[in-house]
């Protein structure tokens, strides 16, 4: 990973870089930064659990994932997609909603390899718990 920057990891690759770096500050002395960085860390898989475990309606998941709600139905009711909800009234869970090429991707790499603004924040928080430590 390049410093100051996430070196293109996503968002879900975070929890696992933050590790990697904790190991890094440890072998040099740095305990507290380290058990910061595993606390964000473990609070991060946490939300990511959580978001692909929250379920959405078919008109919902149509909205983010690019197809059509009666399309999602149909790969519903065909057992494609598994039913999150109940028969008649069918739910999505985020993980298995599938998405259009068309529809923006929120982890894509940022064009002609310049940092993202999400991962220039990610590195920013980052630098900033290792410099400040957790309050």
Known sequence: MKPGLTGGVSVEGLPGAWRK???ALRRYGG???AVALEACAAELETALRDRDETTLSL??????SGYTADHLGRLVRDGRIPNAGRPGAPRIARVHLPRKATAPVPDAPGLAGKPRSREIANAQIVQSIIQKGIE
């Open 21 to 23: 770096r904790a190991k």
């Open 31 to 33: 305990e507290r930064p």
């Open 59 to 64: 008109t919902e998941a149509a909205r983010e």
